[in-house]
Nanobody
Framework: QVQLAESGGGLVQAGGALRLSCAVS????????MGWFRQAPGKEREFVAG????????DYADSVKGRFTISRDNAKNTVYLFMNGLKPEDTAVYYC?????????????????WGQGTQVTVSS
């Protein structure tokens, strides 16, 4: 049974930082590209960041470039999202997702597995 479990969300003031983690089980983690997406109320789910299976390639949404960093630890089957300089517009439920692919997809549809999400709220 494949499971993706996000953690690390919470309430933070604007300008603050959070680290999200996504622990993965039930699949060969090192064979999957991983992505972070977010969804705010009334909006579509959007790509935030992605990382290739080896960790050598990354991609970011323009809105988070320079503020967020994605990384992975294949020994721990975990992917991370370090978020700095948080803004109120970053408020959303953040989801991690796994895609059995060599490239990083920036749309939700190619991803095979999803976590339940973790809430991030940034106050002004």
């Amino acid at each position: 049974q494949v499971q993706l479990a996000e953690s690390g969300g919470g309430l933070v003031q604007a300008g603050g930082a959070l680290r999200l983690s996504c622990a993965v089980s039930g699949l060969t983690f090192s064979l999957y590209a991983m992505g972070w997406f977010r969804q705010a109320p009334g909006k579509e789910r959007e790509f935030v960041a992605g990382i290739g299976w080896s960790g050598d390639s990354t991609d970011y949404a323009d809105s988070v470039k320079g503020r967020f960093t994605i990384s992975r630890d294949n020994a721990k089957n975990t992917v991370y999202l370090f978020m700095n300089g948080l803004k109120p517009e970053d408020t959303a439920v953040y989801y991690c997702a796994a895609d059995r692919a060599f490239t990083i997809a920036t749309m939700p549809s190619p991803y095979d597995y999803w976590g339940q999400g973790t809430q991030v709220t940034v106050s002004s």
